[in-house]
């Protein structure tokens, strides 16, 4: 099998097999430049998440999802960054393992919008949760800021994230081992 069909939003797409190593591989799922699936799966997940001040993601591809549902919503969303920037006054870091990144990252925030998530709701936000090492950093900048989980969302959950009860997805994908 070279793809796996995936039903989501309404939609369907074709996502390639992409192995991890010789053991594991995946269905790799890529909202940028859909335009179609990121607003049709960003209006699902704001039907099913709990009411929210702000969403925050990491750098990457849960991008295009959180622009839409800021769009869709009206709210700000926030940006944990790969690398520190010009504009970053006083940033915030956290360490971080995800399946699809071969060696440990470090996500970065700024001061200001540390400030704009103090005594908040946030909702944390990714295109498909793993191992769940990217949400936990985000988690991690949540508490960091001082602002109050209300939810954390995804339209894809992978292998065993999908038995996660704490989070809110549209859809499972699985993973083939070999």
């Known amino acids: ?17 992409c192995p991890v190593n010789e053991h594991l591989s995946i269905a790799a799922f890529i909202m940028f430049s859909d335009v179609e699936l990121t607003i049709a ?18 750098e990457s591809k849960g991008i295009p999802l959180a622009y839409e549902m800021s769009r869709q919503s009206g ?6 960054r790969k690398s520190v920037k010009l504009y970053m006054k006083k940033p915030v870091a956290v360490d971080v393992k995800s399946i699809t990144t071969a060696k440990l990252q470090t996500l970065y925030i700024d001061s200001d919008d540390i400030a704009s998530m103090e005594g908040k709701r946030v909702l944390i936000v990714d295109d498909v949760v793993s191992t769940g090492e990217s949400m936990a950093a985000l988690e ?6 001082g602002g109050k989980i209300v939810g954390k969302a995804a339209v894809l959950a992978e292998g065993d994230a ?9 859809a499972p994908l699985p993973v083939f081992e070999k």
């Not at 991690?140 to 800021?145: E, G």
């Open 140 to 145: 991690q900048l949540v508490h960091k800021a």
């Open 75 to 80: 709210k700000k969303y926030l940006l944990a």
């Open 41 to 58: 799966c960003a209006k699902e997940l704001l039907g099913k998440v709990p009411e929210f001040d702000v969403l925050i993601t990491a």
């Open 1 to 17: 099998m070279d793809h796996y069909t995936l039903h989501v939003a309404g939609l369907t797409r074709e996502l390639p097999i």
């Open 162 to 170: 999908m038995e996660r009860k704490d989070l809110i997805v549209l």
